[in-house]
């Protein structure tokens, strides 16, 4: 009699067909969370970018009120020896490194000897001090988290994903027109022209001061490749591939400019030969070039459907891929009168 009472009492285990439709339920709710909660990062990560850019147009505005412009594109120090190669020559410290005391990095400004020239070749192989920690450190309020590219784009160089508008076309020594003006205006030789809130006539919150880019690092994202057009006598060959935005400090091939629309592709033939005109590049005409006059520097970004950009009045908007290319460059100058620009 025990054994029968024990006998009902005993439980029936899982199926394996019950078993499999448990696992089915159970894999339909995470294909189902996994989009949202993908979503979710993401959006955090664009929150993240939109406050980092919204904490430069507060520096940028901050240095304005003390000096009484922005910082310029590039300062140069020191001299190169003659003979020294164009991209030595007109390389120099960035506006990123300009506006440090105004975004709680004061003592790595401090410590920088602004002195001597940035590139050590020019200074007997001597690098200033301080350069050489500031290249190695990461600058949270220069990355963007949606890009997934490691930071640190060498062992002795990290990256940025924010470049300011230096022209609205290719030619950037075009500036000397009204309408080619922007932000960050340079001049022949890639010469850097201080401005100031008077100078944007179109009104800063019509005008694109800081865009998003990739930094580079070590991928084959296609939208992180950069090329040199180089040849005509110059030390790199034709289409040498080099990074973008590579080191925050110095300005080298870290621009935007309006030759394409947002997050542009780039295109390759079936040989992998970049298509001229189709791919980000900057040209130089020869060794003792003393700037990168022309090149395709798009705005890109890994947001979905746009990039965000920094306006001139410290607000941050996003631009879509889709945006009209006339629209757009109209949005870069700074004092074009044009009738026309993106609107919000």
Not at 204 to 228: D, K, L, M, Q
Request: with cysteine; hydrophobic share 35%; charged share 15%.
């Amino acid at each position: 009699m025990n054994s029968r009472w024990f006998r009902r009492r005993s439980r029936r285990g899982f199926t394996l067909i019950e078993l499999l439709v448990v696992i089915a339920i159970i894999a339909i709710l995470i294909a189902l969370l996994l989009p949202a909660v993908q979503q979710a990062r993401e959006a955090a990560r664009r929150t993240q970018c939109r406050n980092n850019l919204k904490q430069i147009g507060l520096a940028l505005h901050n240095y304005h009120e003390q000096f009484s412009m922005f910082p310029v594109y590039v300062v140069r120090k020191g001299q190169c020896p003659l003979g020294s190669k164009g991209w030595h020559q007109s390389s120099g410290f960035s506006w990123r490194v300009l506006i440090l005391p105004f975004i709680d990095q004061s003592a790595m400004y401090n410590n920088i000897n602004f002195s001597l020239h940035i590139q050590s070749v020019c200074n007997g192989g001597v690098t200033p001090n301080g350069m050489n920690l500031a290249r190695r450190t990461v600058v949270p309020g220069y990355v963007c988290p949606s890009d997934p590219q490691d930071a640190h784009t060498s062992a002795s160089r990290t990256g940025t994903n924010y470049a300011g508008v230096i022209s609205i076309d290719q030619n950037s020594t075009s500036n000397a027109n009204q309408a080619d003006r922007t932000f960050f205006r340079t001049g022949a030789g890639s010469r850097p022209i201080p401005v100031s809130v008077r100078d944007i006539t179109d009104g800063t919150s019509n005008t694109i001061a800081v865009a998003e880019v990739y930094r580079a690092g070590n991928t084959t994202n296609p939208a992180a490749i950069f090329h040199y057009r180089g040849g005509n006598g110059t030390s790199f060959p034709a289409y040498s591939v080099v990074p973008r935005c590579p080191d925050w400090p110095t300005w080298g091939s870290c621009g935007v400019n309006g030759t394409h629309t947002p997050n542009f592709k780039q295109n390759v033939d079936a040989s992998g030969t970049p298509i001229d005109g189709d791919i980000d590049w900057i040209d130089w005409t020869g060794d003792n070039d003393g700037g990168a006059h022309f090149g395709n520097l798009p705005a890109r970004s890994g947001h979905v459907g746009g990039v965000q950009v920094l306006m001139g009045d410290g607000s941050v908007r996003l631009i879509d891929d889709s945006v009209d290319l006339l629209l757009y460059r109209a949005t870069l100058s700074i004092a074009g009168d044009e009738r026309k620009t993106i609107e919000f």
